[in-house]
């Protein structure tokens, strides 16, 4: 299933590739030889090509990419043509309006902006074919439809929680005995944090204490406030919470990479140190590892999820950071920049190396977790803005740092041939035994 997948993308690029020189090859035709040279006879040869050329396109998609199918003529004319022209025309307005002016506000250089634009629209253009335009379904003898799963809906779930399930399981298998309680770290990088830190970790106590076995382990990353004197006290007060200093460089990737290079216990979940995130939410992530997934994911955006108080730009830039690691991976998963996840301590030795030195760490994580083929489910959470302090992330700066990360997780899903996979380590380890 997975070499068709990939032969069916190559497909379509191919296809896409050829549509593309015939529009050039139509416009230079049109203004050369026949001499639409006005301006007003450029713009209908402009129009006449793109048009030709999306017809092109079409068949060549509806014959060799996703043949059969079904080709009654009200079929194709009043749903699939339609709906292919929305889709063309959806991706490129997303490309110009959307993404290229975020990019550039970002600070990304013009190259990769065109590069992310082109692959976007591509991607968009893809799963809308994919799901809406190509993928009608006609039953033949001795054969049943394809699972109801592949044929639902890619929905772009926007600013508005509740159009996906709450609890989703990806690649990987889930082991099917419960293993004994695990030891679940609480990992809180923490820069200048001393009008919260104490609130956050008294907080998280409060709820995990005489219900799960826990250690809380702040990472102190540098901090130029009273951030550590308030830490060596909470330290003296509580045997299960200690912290230690980041022997990094500053950054939050840097920070939450020595903490899960330092962490205790069987498995870890990554808080924020501003009270942003809901100490409840870590005791049922906690009962979702316990349950035998490897990974447990929160999302703000699916039904029963929260947030309060988010600054509405951040909102905005989000929930495109995320539809677009969502098409570009084909997955459900909505909140992959969320840093509040949880991950049993095979995952955190399996998805290294990690690279990144700032808060793409959020995206490299989960996303290595995923294309190695860990399970993972997806819960509601809620999230809460800070009311002390001032927040370390900057969209501006972290753009291009994002984009590598994303690229680099995509090129090794696209190109390693699956060399990381969960299944080769298994493979080596049993042969060496």
Not at 9 to 27: P, R, S, T, Y
Not at 167 to 196: F, H, K, M
Not at 285 to 308: A, E, M
């Amino acid at each position: 299933m997975r070499t068709i997948f990939q032969q069916r993308i190559l497909k379509f690029l191919v296809g896409g590739g050829v549509a593309a020189c015939l529009n050039l090859l139509l416009i230079f035709a049109m203004i050369e030889l026949l001499k639409f040279n006005t301006p007003i006879l450029r713009n209908i040869a402009n129009a006449v090509a793109i048009e030709l050329s999306l017809l092109f396109s079409f068949f060549v998609y509806r014959i060799w990419v996703w043949p059969g199918g079904n080709w009654k003529v009200r079929e194709v004319l009043c749903r699939q043509l339609p709906l292919y022209h929305l889709s063309a025309g959806a991706s490129v307005i997303i490309r110009i309006l959307i993404l290229f002016p975020i990019l550039d506000w970002l600070g990304v250089n013009y190259a990769v902006n065109t590069l992310v634009g082109v692959l976007s629209s591509a991607a968009l253009n893809y799963v809308i074919s994919d799901r809406l335009v190509f993928r009608t379904q006609v039953p033949q003898p001795g054969r049943q439809l394809e699972s109801e799963s592949l044929l639902e809906l890619y929905y772009p779930e926007g600013l508005a929680p509740g159009l996906v399930d709450s609890s989703i399981q990806r690649p990987g298998t889930l082991n099917e005995t419960v293993q004994s309680p695990l030891v679940l770290s609480v990992v809180i990088p923490a820069y200048n944090e001393e009008d919260c830190i104490e609130q956050t970790i008294q907080s998280i106590s409060q709820v995990l204490e005489s219900k799960i076995n826990y250690e809380i382990l702040v990472i102190n990353d540098n901090s130029r406030d009273c951030t550590e004197s308030v830490l060596q006290q909470l330290q003296a007060q509580n045997s299960k919470v200690r912290y230690i200093n980041n022997y990094y460089p500053n950054g939050f990737g840097f920070a939450v990479r020595c903490g899960l290079e330092s962490f205790q216990g069987d498995a870890v979940v990554i808080v924020m140190a501003d009270c942003s995130d809901a100490p409840e939410d870590i005791l049922v992530y906690y009962y979702k590892l316990q349950s035998g997934y490897d990974c447990v994911f929160g999302s703000r955006f699916i039904k029963g999820g929260k947030v309060i108080d988010y600054p509405i730009h951040k909102l905005i830039v989000n929930r495109l950071a995320n539809l677009f690691i969502q098409i570009l991976f084909g997955i459900k998963f909505n909140d992959t920049t969320n840093a509040f996840k949880a991950y049993h301590r095979e995952v955190i030795d399996g998805v290294a190396p990690l690279l990144s030195h700032h808060f793409n760490l959020t995206v490299e994580i989960p996303l290595k977790a995923i294309v190695r083929g860990y399970s993972y489910a997806t819960l509601p959470i809620t999230w809460r803005n800070r009311t002390t302090g001032v927040s370390k992330l900057k969209l501006k700066e972290m753009g291009s740092r994002y984009l590598f990360i994303v690229f680099y997780v995509f090129l090794e899903k696209l190109l390693s041939g699956g060399d990381y996979a969960r299944k080769n380590f298994q493979s080596v380890i049993r042969r060496q035994t």
